[in-house]
């Protein structure tokens, strides 16, 4: 009776199973580590001063204009706010963790939907175990709205391939909607990423004629310009011509184009060598996925493939190769690259990777190529543990100090699941294998996170954040000197705008030093320079800040 129970309601305990999973993965501890220099703390500053201002069309940094990106986030950071009655790190890391679950969820319907419920689970479980999908979940910046917000456009338009006849319009009509709300998340890419992987399955599949039908282009094509016009409108109308000035030509185009006055310049293969960590742990079944693959590939195959001879499953990992390819190739072009921008490349190739596993486990196939990505992985994640372990003898003591809470979590993390995930594949327990990788992922998401992130902070954070609560206590004004923008100094003093004086000015500094209640922060690197240009006392110091006072 349990067993026929089960069965019937198999599909709700599929998804229960999946919520728990999700909610350990995303949402676990995301409000116990502060947040992070610098565009968490740059981010949420700016959306908790949107809401205090009651201000939701300009954004604002530190006092002055900001139009790098559009506001889609920073509402959703305000709503959070709202919810929540509070401005806190669990508030702010929310709606990118609601904004994961989501994207992950996706993938599993519509690959239970397209091929099966295990095609879907095991989508969803890559993807909310690829690394970089999983730390971005658990970090309140753009890009994980944005990749949702594509991952909903172009799986909504991949649907129109496999729904009845009927309901196409529908999709479609998600697909405009979804790629608005993509351009409300950071712009070009929004548009640019669906709209490019959409043309380019209408030219394989033969089926470009079909987008231009009236009842799908028409009502699509409003609901996208209602979407993410208003807002560009009205900012046109209030800003001109310092937002087009800014926000088109210098965040946009001049970004895409030239990068060399940002700093951000990388070569073309930055995002590929950007993959190997993001896609890990599931990255050197990846590299035995597309090496099987090539060896396989003839010209014969590509000038006999026939889109419409596939079956369904071959055709949506088809779809998703062009999704993956298409997003690699764009922000690769672009000359701004960021390691956070490739992002949204991690749905399609956790559904890539679902093709090559679900094989591996039920079918039996892929086998051997799989056994040696998970020896070679997890000998290496065992290596990995035994130099964390003896590390401690060869780093200077104070660093051995700083590093000793995260030492045994991560010994026993990365020598006891890789340990298990090899013993399962000697054994032939391919799912055990599986399982091994989400455990060792939920595991160090859920437990390790928040470990991880504060010992970061001792490296210089934790004076910063020190150093603004101080000034807030105190009422004092504050102010740094002689480094870049450290926006935790701006979050944590609870102050709209602080000065980040960040060339050598010594009137300047004599001047600040001078007013009653005011500090300064530096660098101790900088502090003997320092004292050449203006009397003061060093009131703290930090490991690598120290606050300087009249």
Same mark, same amino acid.
């Given at each position: 009776?349990?067993?026929?129970?089960?069965?019937?309601?198999?599909?709700?305990? =599929? /998804? !229960?199973?999946?919520?728990?999973?999700?909610?350990?993965?995303?949402?676990?501890?995301?409000?116990?580590?502060?947040?992070?220099?610098?565009?968490?703390?740059?981010?949420?500053?700016? #959306?908790?001063?949107?809401?205090?201002?009651?201000?939701?069309?300009?954004?604002?940094?530190?006092?002055?204009?900001?139009?790098?990106?559009?506001?889609?986030?920073?509402?959703?950071?305000? !709503?959070?706010?709202?919810?929540?009655?509070?401005?806190?790190?669990?508030?702010?890391?929310?709606?990118?963790?609601?904004?994961?679950?989501? +994207?992950?969820?996706?993938?599993?319907?519509?690959?239970?939907?397209? @091929? &099966?419920?295990?095609?879907?689970?095991? #989508?969803?479980?890559?993807?909310?175990? &690829?690394?970089?999908?999983?730390?971005?979940?658990?970090? *309140?910046?753009?890009?994980?709205?944005? *990749?949702?917000?594509?991952?909903?456009?172009?799986?909504?338009?991949?649907?129109?391939?496999? +729904?009845?006849?009927?309901? $196409?319009?529908?999709?479609?009509?998600?697909?405009?909607?979804?790629?608005?709300?993509?351009?409300?998340?950071?712009?070009?890419?929004? @548009?640019?990423?669906?709209?490019?992987?959409?043309?380019?399955?209408?030219?394989?599949?033969?089926?470009? $004629?079909?987008?231009?039908?009236?009842?799908?282009?028409?009502?699509?094509?409003?609901?996208?310009? !209602? =979407?993410?016009?208003?807002?560009?409108?009205?900012?046109?109308?209030?800003?001109?011509?310092?937002?087009?000035?800014?926000?088109?030509?210098?965040?946009?185009?001049?970004? /895409?184009?030239?990068?060399?006055?940002?700093?951000?310049?990388?070569?073309?293969?930055?995002?590929?060598?950007?993959?190997?960590?993001?896609?890990?742990?599931?990255?050197?079944?990846?590299?035995?996925?597309?090496?099987?693959?090539?060896?396989?590939?003839?010209?014969?195959?590509?000038?006999?493939?026939? /889109?419409?001879? !596939?079956?369904?499953?071959?055709?949506?990992?088809? %779809?998703?190769?062009?999704? *993956?390819?298409?997003?690699?190739?764009?922000?690769?072009? &672009?000359?701004?690259?960021?390691?956070?921008?490739?992002?949204?490349?991690?749905?399609? +190739?956790?559904?890539? %990777?679902?093709?090559?596993?679900?094989?591996?486990?039920?079918?039996?196939?892929?086998?051997?190529?799989?056994?040696?990505?998970?020896?070679?992985?997890?000998?290496?994640?065992?290596?990995?543990?035994?130099?964390?372990?003896?590390?401690?003898?060869?780093?200077?003591?104070?660093?051995?100090?700083?590093?000793?809470?995260?030492?045994?979590?991560?010994?026993?993390?990365?020598?006891?699941?890789?340990?298990?995930?090899?013993? +399962?594949?000697?054994?032939?327990?391919?799912?055990?294998?599986?399982?091994?990788?989400?455990?060792?992922?939920?595991?160090?998401?859920? /437990?390790?996170?928040?470990?991880?992130?504060?010992?970061?902070?001792?490296?210089?954070?934790?004076?910063?954040?020190?150093?603004?609560?101080?000034?807030?206590?105190?009422? %004092?004004?504050?102010?740094?000197?002689?480094?870049?923008?450290?926006?935790?100094?701006?979050?944590?003093?609870?102050?709209?705008?602080?000065?980040?004086?960040?060339?050598?000015?010594?009137?300047?500094?004599?001047?600040?030093?001078?007013?009653?209640?005011?500090?300064?922060?530096?660098?101790?690197?900088?502090?003997?320079?320092?004292?050449?240009?203006?009397?003061?006392?060093?009131?703290?110091?930090?490991?690598?800040?120290?606050?300087?006072?009249?």
């Amino acid at each position: 009776m349990n067993s026929t129970f089960f069965k019937k309601h198999s599909g709700a305990f =599929t /998804f !229960l199973g999946l919520l728990v999973a999700f909610y350990f993965i995303f949402f676990h501890n995301i409000g116990s580590y502060p947040l992070l220099d610098i565009d968490e703390t740059r981010y949420v500053t700016m #959306s908790r001063e949107m809401l205090h201002n009651k201000d939701f069309l300009t954004l604002y940094l530190n006092g002055d204009f900001f139009f790098e990106k559009p506001p889609l986030y920073f509402w959703l950071e305000s !709503l959070s706010f709202v919810i929540f009655n509070q401005v806190s790190e669990f508030s702010a890391r929310f709606p990118m963790s609601v904004d994961a679950t989501l +994207c992950c969820f996706l993938l599993y319907f519509v690959g239970q939907k397209i @091929v &099966s419920r295990r095609f879907g689970v095991v #989508s969803a479980l890559i993807l909310a175990t &690829s690394a970089e999908f999983l730390v971005m979940s658990k970090i *309140a910046i753009l890009d994980m709205v944005l *990749a949702t917000c594509i991952a909903f456009s172009l799986y909504s338009g991949f649907m129109t391939f496999f +729904c009845k006849e009927q309901n $196409k319009k529908f999709f479609w009509w998600g697909f405009y909607l979804f790629s608005g709300l993509a351009v409300l998340a950071k712009g070009i890419p929004g @548009v640019a990423i669906p709209f490019g992987s959409m043309f380019f399955a209408g030219l394989i599949s033969k089926r470009f $004629k079909e987008y231009f039908r009236p009842q799908y282009i028409l009502p699509g094509s409003l609901i996208f310009f !209602l =979407t993410a016009l208003p807002w560009h409108i009205i900012m046109f109308k209030m800003h001109d011509p310092l937002f087009f000035n800014e926000y088109i030509m210098k965040h946009h185009l001049a970004r /895409f184009i030239n990068s060399k006055d940002l700093g951000r310049e990388q070569p073309w293969y930055y995002f590929i060598l950007m993959m190997l960590w993001g896609l890990v742990p599931w990255v050197a079944s990846f590299i035995a996925m597309i090496a099987t693959s090539v060896k396989k590939f003839s010209l014969e195959f590509l000038k006999n493939f026939n /889109f419409e001879k !596939l079956d369904n499953k071959g055709k949506f990992i088809t %779809l998703n190769i062009i999704y *993956a390819l298409f997003t690699l190739w764009f922000f690769s072009s &672009s000359s701004t690259k960021l390691m956070t921008y490739i992002l949204p490349i991690y749905a399609p +190739c956790a559904v890539i %990777l679902a093709w090559w596993w679900c094989d591996y486990i039920w079918a039996d196939n892929n086998k051997k190529a799989t056994n040696i990505s998970v020896y070679i992985l997890n000998s290496v994640l065992i290596i990995a543990a035994i130099g964390a372990a003896i590390a401690g003898l060869f780093l200077p003591k104070e660093i051995s100090l700083i590093i000793e809470p995260v030492k045994w979590f991560t010994v026993i993390l990365l020598s006891v699941l890789p340990l298990v995930g090899i013993i +399962c594949a000697k054994n032939n327990k391919k799912l055990g294998v599986f399982a091994s990788y989400v455990a060792f992922m939920l595991v160090l998401s859920a /437990f390790g996170t928040h470990r991880y992130f504060n010992l970061d902070y001792s490296f210089g954070q934790n004076d910063l954040m020190k150093y603004a609560q101080y000034a807030q206590q105190n009422h %004092l004004e504050i102010a740094s000197y002689k480094f870049g923008r450290r926006f935790s100094l701006l979050y944590y003093s609870g102050k709209g705008e602080i000065k980040f004086q960040q060339e050598p000015d010594s009137i300047w500094l004599k001047s600040f030093l001078s007013k009653p209640d005011s500090i300064v922060v530096v660098q101790n690197k900088h502090l003997d320079e320092i004292k050449k240009e203006a009397d003061f006392d060093v009131i703290q110091k930090g490991i690598k800040y120290s606050l300087i006072k009249k």
